[in-house]
């Protein structure tokens, strides 16, 4: 799933709830998955207005959200921001 590939006026959390009941998975799961990138803040927010970053990181919760055992990622940190960096290259 690429990181634009959500209707844009739904939130993470309601794609991410959509996609589980579809697959029988617990309400509860959707929380952790949640959790798992760092969505918290912005789990109620509609995708359209999210950052590439926060879209990568749907993208992964939704890849976690059946619990699988192996997870393979194509280009999993692209677009993504590397928390505690300074900003001066390299870090």
């Known amino acids: 799933m690429g990181a634009r590939s959500l209707h844009p006026g739904r939130s993470a959390f309601t794609h991410l709830l959509g996609l589980a009941l579809t697959d029988g998975i617990a309400r509860r799961r959707v929380d952790e998955v949640i959790t798992l990138p760092g969505l918290e803040d912005v789990a ?39 928390e505690g960096c300074c900003g001066s290259a390299p870090c």
């Open 44 to 82: 109620h927010k509609r995708v359209g207005g999210v950052s590439l970053g926060m879209g990568q990181r749907h993208g992964i919760a939704s890849a976690l959200l059946g619990d699988p055992e192996i997870v393979v990622l194509d280009e999993p940190v692209n677009g993504l921001a590397r």
